[in-house]
């Protein structure tokens, strides 16, 4: 498939492309426990959104999107990021991820390269990177779980890739992982 996917296939919420940070998946998961906040059953461990949804499924190949998607994750670099701080949406507790730049960027990149995808379904209006901690709560237990937190941080990590994830209506499943930055070894003689 070369280009765009064509206009008349419908948005779907097939497939997510985000940014893992796995150094979280125990303390999100402990806090989950201690507060018994309600766990995320759909199978994506914690994250930040790049894009959802992204592309259907049946495009995302070696013969459809994939090898546009792998160039155009080569033009970011890795890059470190901290979170030190918590921040909260109506119905979202989450992490901001310092800088915020590299994902924005990243999400930015997308839409322009596949402008039939919008974050959110274009629910949202800015792009504002996250990392849930949870949703739903009342805000008695946001400031809990919020302090209970704060002990733990910063946390700072390496950001080398981005993640498709596949949705089935029931469950999230890592399909592949892309690279950021140029492939080893690319430029040298």
């Known amino acids: 498939m070369?280009?765009?996917?064509?206009?008349?296939?419908?948005?779907?919420?097939e497939s997510a492309l985000v940014?893992?940070?796995?150094?979280?998946?125990?303390?999100?998961a402990s806090l989950r426990r201690r507060f018994g906040l309600p766990r995320k059953p759909n199978g994506i461990p914690p994250h930040i959104?790049?894009?959802?949804?992204?592309?259907?499924?049946?495009?995302?190949?070696?013969e459809g999107a994939l090898?546009?998607?792998r160039s155009l994750c080569a033009e970011f670099e890795p890059f470190q990021v901290t979170f030190s701080r918590t921040a909260r949406f109506p119905r979202v507790l989450y992490l901001v991820p310092?800088?915020?730049?590299?994902f924005i960027a990243l999400t930015h990149a997308i839409v322009?390269?596949?402008?039939?995808?919008?974050?959110?379904a274009g629910a949202h209006k800015a792009v504002v990177p996250h990392l849930t901690v949870t949703t739903s709560r009342p805000a008695k237990v946001f400031d809990k779980v919020a302090e209970a937190l704060r002990p733990q941080l910063p946390v700072s990590?390496?950001?080398?890739?981005?993640?498709?994830?596949?949705?089935?209506?029931n469950h999230w499943t890592e399909h592949v992982a892309v690279a950021l930055g140029p492939p080893p070894g690319h430029g040298m003689m």
């Open 2 to 13: 070369e280009g765009a996917l064509r206009a008349d296939r419908p948005r779907t919420w």
């Open 19 to 28: 940014v893992r940070v796995p150094c979280l998946d125990d303390t999100v």
């Open 49 to 62: 959104t790049a894009i959802v949804p992204f592309l259907p499924a049946r495009d995302l190949d070696e």
């Open 67 to 69: 090898p546009e998607l």
């Open 98 to 102: 310092e800088p915020a730049d590299p």
């Open 112 to 120: 322009e390269r596949w402008p039939e995808t919008q974050p959110y």
């Open 157 to 169: 990590a390496r950001i080398e890739s981005a993640h498709v994830y596949l949705f089935d209506r």
